[in-house]
């Protein structure tokens, strides 16, 4: 009875949702600054804010973000954390502009490890990434037409996934399409 017990609540660990989610806007670099030392911008600040809202406000919340730990996904975590709650946050250094496989490797060692997962990076790794999951599920050609257009700062693109670990797309949100949220 023990180990059944123990089987039924790491089964409930096992990764149900993957959202995919890039900086919100970054203010420029400076002369001589560095790049990972980059800030949010002031429409940078309120995009990942009201983010956080909107995916809070549809029942997405992470048990786990893995962020950058670049200055400006820091902070976009920062703001939108204030929507989530209580989430467990692991700041790894290959997440700072990790391509697609890197990215990769960081979701599947995660997928033991929470319900929700949020992973906060940077292009081009993150759109890459996500274009690599719609591919692998056959999404329909106006969803890979949408993606095609770019992940803009901000936008967040969100997967269910089953249990084989297969993802298949369940939204594209991008800052521009909350309106007043």
């Known amino acids: 009875m023990i180990w059944r017990e123990a089987a039924n609540a790491l089964k409930a660990l096992r990764m149900q949702r993957l959202i995919l989610m890039r900086h919100a806007e970054a203010e420029r670099a400076a002369g001589s600054g560095r790049d990972r030392d980059r800030v ?67 979701v599947e060692a995660g997928e033991e490890e929470a319900g929700c997962l949020m992973v906060v990076a940077h292009n081009p790794g993150v759109h890459l990434l996500a274009v690599e999951y719609l591919v692998e599920s056959a999404a329909s050609p106006a969803i890979l037409d949408r993606m095609s257009g770019g992940f803009p700062p901000g936008a967040a693109a969100i997967f269910t996934v089953d249990v084989a670990g297969r993802c298949t797309f369940e939204g594209f949100i991008q800052p521009r399409d909350l309106g007043g949220e």
């Open 40 to 106: 949010l911008s002031a429409r940078g600040r309120g995009d990942a804010a009201a983010m956080g809202r909107a995916l809070a406000g549809r029942g997405m919340r992470p048990d786990l973000a893995l962020v950058s730990p670049a200055a400006r996904t820091r902070q976009t975590w920062d703001l939108l954390h204030d929507a989530f709650g209580d989430v467990e946050v692991r700041e790894d250094e290959p997440l700072y502009n990790g391509g697609s496989e890197t990215l990769r490797r960081f």
